[in-house]
């Protein structure tokens, strides 16, 4: 059971540990612990019910996450999924999958948010991936970091690399995209020369 010292417990609710000592002489407020030498202590269920709330206990989920740059990878996306899908199906886990569409340098996928989402929600106890870099391309430290900070373990199917040529182009363009915006004159037209030099090669190679 979380405690909360009085000073604790005074800030989050507002009021001074002044007026605690007073509801707890008028027993408005009864501290949950009182130890020996008098300090009083407060429990999370005390402030949950301060305000209203109603903890509701999830049942954590084991995640599948499965990902692809673009729409033109749409079949592998539903093999990365239906591999997944076997691997916990023979490990006997009770699972979800979510799926994203989008570059393993974009942050801001829809699927990715809602995962991150349910991690710190308590909602996840094991994110399983095809490959390390379906889950991101750069940062996978960071966000096992968060997994670990909620008790969440990420589950790596084969530790291979498996991305594809024309994956790492499309990344590669994106980053150069992003750096370009910021830069001026001479060296955003380099930028913009190199930009169109690997779409060209990578229009060639799917020729």
């Keep these: 059971m979380k405690l909360y010292s009085i000073s604790q417990f005074a800030e989050k609710i507002g009021v001074t540990a002044h007026t605690l000592r007073v509801w707890h002489k008028e027993e408005k407020l009864i501290p949950a612990k009182i130890t020996d030498g008098g300090t009083r202590y407060y429990s999370q269920e005390q402030l949950d019910n301060y ?15 499965c990902r692809v740059s ?22 006997g886990y009770q699972f979800e999958i979510i799926t994203d569409i989008g570059s393993g340098i974009n942050y801001n996928k829809k699927g990715l948010n809602k995962l991150i989402e349910m991690i710190v929600s308590g909602e996840v106890s094991k994110i399983v ?3 390390k870099d379906r889950l991101i ?3 996978y430290e960071l966000i096992e970091k968060i997994g670990q900070l909620y008790g969440v373990e990420i589950e790596i199917i084969d530790n291979s690399e ?14 150069v995209t992003v ?19 690997l779409v ?3 229009s060639i ?3």
């Design 200 to 202: 060209e090669n990578d």
């Design 51 to 65: 305000f209203g709330i109603k903890r509701i206990q999830k049942e954590k989920k084991v995640i599948g996450y």
């Design 162 to 175: 498996k991305s594809s040529e024309q994956e790492l182009v499309e990344d590669m363009i994106q980053i």
């Design 179 to 197: 750096f370009s915006c910021g830069l001026q004159g001479k060296r955003a037209n380099q930028a913009k020369k190199m930009i169109e030099e």
């Design 70 to 91: 673009s729409y033109k990878q749409k079949d592998d996306l539903e093999r990365q999924t239906e591999n997944v899908k076997k691997y916990m199906i023979a490990k």
């Design 137 to 139: 391309r750069f940062g």
């Design 205 to 207: 190679k799917e020729d």
């Design 129 to 131: 991936i095809l490959y």
